[in-house]
């Protein structure tokens, strides 16, 4: 179910939001886990199979290093030798390749067996890399001692399966809501502020993103020997504003949705287009995808302290791209990024400064949208070589023949909503009251989704 749809919009969450507000406060919990685990299920009862395992592993797991008791229990349980107790790091190191044990099989036992010539068909659960990783984060926060073992497995549960930030993040760390899990108040402005986040996401989604992936596609899919340069820098043009306004509409949604339930997810994107580093732009692009990856990896293999700090942030960035997707394609991707990470951590983030420095930014990241939007290498190695003029591909057509009159404006305001000026003119000079202009927004959306088809989510394999 995606939130940008008919049946989520008018159906699921009105129900899910009157069933909230109407529980007693000692039952909200109840009522959010039970919403979550049937938009888990709708999906498919495998999903909802495979989610209430990894809640169960890391339920125990967790108490199993945090508690003697339960350490004993657990030795008992799985020892040949009681008397040879477990320790809090075996319990720990099995919790962990339990957790990513189900993450490869599901998104990369495929890639693997095709290595080798075999074939495999697993359905990829949705969400599953955000939810490993969202899992991992309560273990390490709990071995740490940063927080307690949560004893009460339906709020553990509740953590790991919440759904407005189910299949696209952000990825929620459980030090940052344990106490919210406990105790949380719905004040009227979270409700009004929330709604306000999740229209605006909706809007990024269905107004922009979809329509500047309608003209990527027509162009991508045509097959490369039809594509000219003109045809890639259009094609590649168009997937750099989709991917933005996709991704971060859903995290827009996310947020406010979470808002509406009295969680405060932080924020995930914050313009990443006006960067003028790799560095800049990673911390501005899915932030807490970055912050997960600097906390629990980056400073475990050392950080800048110890060890080869341009090995760690190789890596790093080559676990990026891993994430994102079993194929030759995003660990290139990943490498790319890893590589001018390491160039400008070598000659000095802060020398990179001004238009050119944006160019250069931007040149990087457009190039690395290739690989992410090619279906392989062979395929991006050619468009590549299409956008420097070196792949003479013949089109039949021009290049306005992609693209309509509403597709050319949306491609003109998609470029000036990567700039926060933008939204600083409409909140000084605009005078029209928020609610009006979300009321537009929000019932062009609605019209948008009832009158087309075309509605994906890049994210939603992930």
Known sequence: MLFSSITFLFFFLPLVLAAYYFAPRAAKNHVLLAASLLFLAWGGLNALCIMLG????????????????????????????????????????????????????????????????????????????????????????????EVPAEKNPLKLALFIAMFPQLIAGPIVKY?????????????????????????????????????????????????????DTPLAWVAIAAYTLQILFDFSGYSDMAIGLGRVFGFHFLENFNYPYISKSITEFWRRWHISLGAWFREYLYIFLGGN?????YRNLFLVFLATGVWHGAAWNFIVWGVWFGLFIMLEKRIGVEKFSGAWAHLYTMAVVTVSWVMFRAPDLKFAARFLRAMLGAWRGESPYEVAYFFDRLEIVTFIAAIFLCLPIFRNILQTRWQWPLHVWLLILFVLSASAIASGTYNPFIYFRF
């Open 54 to 145: 990894v809640i169960a592993v890391n339920y125990v797991g967790a108490l199993g290093f945090s508690s003697p008791r339960w350490l004993d229990k657990i030795t008992q349980l799985v020892s040949i030798n009681p008397a040879a107790r477990a320790g809090r790091k075996d319990v720990l190191l099995v919790t962990l390749i339990a957790n990513f044990g189900v993450l490869f099989y599901f998104k990369y036992f495929n890639f693997v067996a095709g290595m080798f010539g075999s074939q495999a068909n697993i359905a990829l659960p949705i969400g599953i890399s955000f939810f490993t990783f969202q899992a991992v984060s309560y273990l390490l926060d709990v071995y740490r001692g």
């Open 175 to 227: 030090h940052d809501i344990n106490k919210a899990l406990d105790d949380r108040e719905i004040l009227p402005a979270d409700i009004l502020y929330g709604a306000q986040r999740f229209i605006i996401g909706l809007a990024k989604k269905v107004l922009i993103a979809n329509t500047m992936g309608a003209v990527a596609d027509r162009i991508f899919d045509s097959g490369i020997k039809q594509i």
């Open 305 to 309: 302290r110890t060890g080869n700090i």
